[in-house]
T-cell receptor
Framework: QQQVKQSPQSLIVQKGGISIINCAYE??????FPWYQQFPGKGPALLIA?????SEKKEGRFTISFNKSAKQFSLHIMDSQPGDSATYFC???????????FGKGTRLHILP | DGGITQSPKYLFRKEGQNVTLSCEQN?????MYWYRQDPGQGLRLIYY???????QKGDIAEGYSVSREKKESFPLTVTSAQKNPTAFYLC?????????FGPGTRLTVL
């Protein structure tokens, strides 16, 4: 019940295309769903986050889509750029939890 | 500059030796965390601390120890009991739901 399943494990997208990464969770007590971006040799940094009271959140080229009934959420990167090449982690947590649970990550490579 | 610092960036250890990884933050956050990152494994929680002088085991605490004597500092000791310690170690602090990560320490056991 504490798992967050992330797919795909790796993704190659042409420059200008749309990158889509999917995550699924089981614990209905989760109410905070962040996405982190990590460049090689660096620590992850928060990219965008959503709460289940909305179905979509957009910040620039990055959009989270959230489906509460399916217990799924996804990250869409529009007009993908080579600088977006990184590892992306989805995660889930709850207000009463001290911890957040991370997915296993997706290595994204944008072809120039 | 506010943030989280980890030192050293690279660390080499001989088998059978204990080694301590440093994590310092000047964000005035109460909660701090240690994660281990292996290729394809995501971030696995080792220990976390919600307040000074208190800490809890995470999912993979065996072979590790921590202390939290000061709010700013949360050092991690990798003991000789850790069977496979070669990994990238990340420290984080938390403000409300958001976790802020340090730059990491890459530990290699020779």
């Amino acid at each position: 019940q504490q798992q967050v399943k992330q797919s795909p494990q790796s993704l190659i997208v042409q420059k200008g295309g749309i990158s889509i990464i999917n995550c699924a969770y089981e614990n209905t007590a989760f109410d905070y769903f962040p996405w982190y971006q990590q460049f090689p040799g660096k620590g992850p940094a928060l990219l965008i986050a959503i709460r289940p009271d909305v179905s979509e959140k957009k910040e620039g080229r990055f959009t989270i889509s959230f489906n509460k009934s399916a217990k799924q959420f996804s990250l869409h990167i529009m007009d993908s750029q080579p600088g977006d090449s990184a590892t992306y982690f989805c995660a889930a947590g709850g207000n009463r939890d001290d911890k957040i649970i991370f997915g296993k990550g997706t290595r994204l490579h944008i072809l120039p | 500059d506010g943030g989280i610092t980890q030192s050293p960036k690279y660390l080499f250890r001989k088998e059978g030796q204990n080694v301590t990884l440093s994590c310092e933050q000047n964000l005035n956050h109460d909660a701090m965390y240690w994660y281990r990152q292996d290729p394809g494994q995501g971030l696995r929680l080792i220990y976390y601390s919600q307040i000074v002088n208190d800490f809890q085991k995470g999912d993979i605490a065996e072979g590790y120890s921590v202390s939290r004597e000061k709010k700013e500092s949360f050092p991690l000791t990798v003991t000789s009991a850790q069977k496979n310690p070669t990994a990238f170690y990340l420290c984080a602090s938390r403000f409300y739901n958001e976790q802020f990560f340090g730059p990491g320490t890459r530990l290699t056991v020779l």
